[in-house]
């Protein structure tokens, strides 16, 4: 595993989770809303979350900016990351196609919502965030650049940490004692060993 490799793995993610969001976003658009809960800081920890694994890393992978924030490569970092970003595009897949029609890139409740409870959402109330939370760790390992490697996390740190209680507060709201149930036996992104 060399630098330019991990990084080429790092933009072939990048590419992977373009081709797998996009058509769905144009789906969901077509489906009519219930309820949303859309709100100004809902759309800014978006942008965190964007800025943070799309835009500082394409800066750092094109320009090599800021490279003050360098490290060494370590090629057994670059294997991992291989195998996190994997895991990410399946489980992203995976709980983008699980979610069909009930899924949004914002906080609502589409006409005709089901509360999912099986495949992936048997397990983890959030595998999507998880598979960003996984995303985030790759980047860190494909790429030897403190700021550019970290953006990730923090970016998902501000999404996840500042938009899943009013997810669930949403979901509660819209599918009550079933989805307090629901709640006690999954974890929000790791499943509860009980």
């Given at each position: 595993?060399?630098?330019?490799?991990?990084?080429f793995i790092w933009a072939v993610g990048l590419v992977a989770w373009i081709i797998i969001r996009v058509?769905?976003?144009?789906?969901?658009?077509?489906?009519?809303?219930?309820?949303?809960?859309?709100?100004?800081g809902d759309r800014l920890a978006l942008v965190a979350a964007a800025a943070g694994l799309s835009l500082v890393p394409i800066i750092f992978v094109a320009t090599g900016f800021p490279a003050?924030?360098?490290?060494?490569?370590?090629?057994?970092?670059?294997?991992?990351?291989?195998?996190?970003?994997?895991?990410?595009?399946?489980?992203?897949?995976?709980?983008?196609?699980?979610?069909?029609?009930?899924?949004?890139?914002?906080?609502?409740?589409?006409?005709?919502?089901?509360?999912?409870?099986?495949?992936?959402?048997?397990?983890?109330?959030?595998?999507?965030?998880?598979?960003?939370?996984?995303?985030?760790?790759?980047?860190?390992?494909?790429?030897?650049?403190?700021?550019?490697?970290?953006?990730?996390?923090?970016?998902?740190?501000?999404?996840?940490?500042?938009?899943?209680?009013?997810?669930?507060?949403?979901?509660?709201?819209?599918?009550?004692?079933?989805?307090?149930?629901?709640?006690?036996?999954?974890?929000?992104?790791?499943?509860?060993?009980?």
């Open positions: 595993m060399t630098p330019s490799l991990a990084e058509p769905r976003q144009i789906r969901a658009r077509k489906t009519r809303v219930a309820s949303s809960a859309k709100t100004v003050f924030a360098d490290y060494t490569f370590q090629p057994w970092l670059g294997w991992l990351g291989l195998l996190i970003e994997l895991a990410f595009l399946w489980l992203f897949y995976a709980s983008h196609r699980q979610l069909g029609k009930n899924w949004s890139v914002t906080l609502e409740i589409r006409k005709e919502h089901r509360l999912v409870t099986d495949g992936l959402y048997r397990y983890v109330r959030h595998p999507m965030y998880l598979s960003f939370w996984l995303w985030a760790v790759a980047q860190l390992c494909l790429l030897p650049n403190g700021i550019a490697g970290s953006a990730g996390l923090v970016g998902v740190a501000i999404l996840y940490f500042s938009r899943v209680r009013h997810e669930e507060a949403m979901m509660r709201d819209a599918f009550g004692a079933s989805y307090d149930e629901y709640a006690r036996h999954t974890g929000r992104i790791i499943p509860k060993p009980w």
